[in-house]
């Protein structure tokens, strides 16, 4: 089995920068894409980022794209999320998750990902 557990969420302004922490325990790290989704209320989840299983290759979805910066440590078993200029918009619950399936599969699905994370709140004021 593999546990996810994410961190360093909190409550900021407009402007500022946060950086979620995804530490996995379980089966091997390296060799699964991780992904990080959010999900607000009354919206479903949805798509932020995603890395390779050695962090070569990222993807975002454009809204994030040039704030947000996916990154991995292997030796570490962790996947970080940096998140730069946030703004009220980005206010979320946002939850890391690991594919098993594929070492790269760069899906922007939830139902491509077989482990998550219990979340982390996300709250930016204006």
């Known amino acids: 089995q593999v546990q996810l557990v994410e961190s360093g969420g909190g409550l900021v302004q407009a402007g500022d920068s946060l950086r979620l922490s995804c530490a996995a325990t379980?089966?091997?790290?390296?060799?699964?894409?991780r992904g990080w989704f959010r999900q607000a209320p009354g919206k479903e989840r949805e798509f932020v980022a995603t890395?390779?299983?050695?962090?070569?290759?990222?993807d975002y979805v454009d809204f994030v794209r040039g704030r947000f910066a996916i990154s991995r440590d292997n030796a570490e078993d962790t996947v970080y999320l940096q998140m730069n200029n946030l703004k009220p918009e980005d206010t979320a619950v946002y939850y890391c998750?690991?594919?098993?399936?594929?070492?790269?599969?760069?899906?922007?699905?939830?139902?491509?990902?077989?482990?998550w994370g219990q979340g982390t709140q996300v709250t930016v004021s204006s």
């Open positions: 890395i390779n299983y050695n962090g070569g290759i990222t």
């Open positions: 379980g089966r091997a790290f390296h060799v699964s894409t």
């Open positions: 998750a690991a594919d098993y399936e594929s070492p790269w599969r760069g899906s922007t699905s939830p139902a491509d990902y077989q482990y």
